[in-house]
């Protein structure tokens, strides 16, 4: 017969084996079937508090691929979506930037200097009167020029001529035989190359079939003004239809 008391005092733990004698779950876990928690000895040692168990030592939450700065918008890593290049003008162009015609003063990084009005002009000149000489010698055997009879076809065709030939001449390497004499071309402002044959046949147009359609004296006066106070990259109205700027060849 057991001669236990109930009613006296129970051992330390109430009788119970200590959570630490316990025998372990199968599988691994606790008794109350949650899988074991690492000890602090084990957690790595740079991971955040609130990090899953299974996430990288190094990870860093909340941050975008690429870490901070990754990503830094126009002149910075890239365009920012929707942003025009043209809004602003890019380095060599703001405040306190280098005169036009300064090394370095290109319309965007590693392009020429702007070419000058004199090169410009003097450029243009020489292939008008080219092609106005091929215009007469074309259409002198079927008009007698020296009564000016003939003369307003001569325009034309010389007109027509110049139109097909600084089309062609922009598209191969963007100068013209004028432009080769005074050493300038035309770029393309976004990347500096040489024009593409939309760019090229768009700035001709532009330029020689408003002078044909209405007054040849006025528009070019017009178009060539636009140029003088444009800023920051001189362009006339049929360097803007085109989306390029005349360049220098040499600093």
């Known amino acids: 017969m057991s001669t236990h008391d109930p009613s006296g005092p129970q051992p330390e733990g109430g009788g119970q084996p200590s959570s630490d004698k316990q025998p372990p779950a199968p599988g691994g876990g606790t008794p109350d079937g949650e899988p074991p928690r690492p000890t602090p000895a084990e957690a790595p040692a740079d991971a955040p508090a609130d ?10 939450f909340g941050t975008p691929a690429g870490g901070p700065g990754a990503y830094q918008g ?20 703001g405040p306190g930037a280098e005169p036009y015609g300064a090394p370095g003063g290109g319309p965007v990084p590693g392009m020429p200097p702007i070419g000058t009005w004199p090169k410009r002009i003097v450029a243009r000149l020489l292939d008008y009167v080219l092609m106005q000489a091929i215009a007469i010698i074309v259409i002198s055997p079927f ?3 020296s009564t000016r009879e003939g003369a307003t076809e001569a325009f034309w065709l010389g007109c027509a001529i110049y139109l097909v030939y ?3 001449m922009l598209s191969r390497d963007g100068q013209t035989l004028g432009k080769k004499a005074m050493k300038i071309r035309v770029a393309m402002l976004l990347d500096g190359n040489p024009p593409t044959q939309s760019a090229a046949w768009t700035r001709a147009a532009v330029y020689i079939l408003p002078a044909v359609l209405c007054c040849a004296g006025l528009w070019w006066i017009v178009d060539g003004l636009f140029g003088v106070f444009d800023q920051p990259y001189r362009q006339c109205l049929h360097d803007k239809a085109a989306k390029t700027v005349v360049v220098t060849t040499e600093i």
């Open 51 to 60: 990090a899953p168990a299974d996430a990288p030592a190094d990870a860093t």
């Open 143 to 145: 008009v007698d020029l």
């Open 166 to 168: 600084e089309a062609l």
């Open 74 to 93: 126009s002149y910075g890593g890239g365009p920012t979506p929707g942003q025009n290049p043209y809004d602003q003008p890019p380095p060599g162009h």
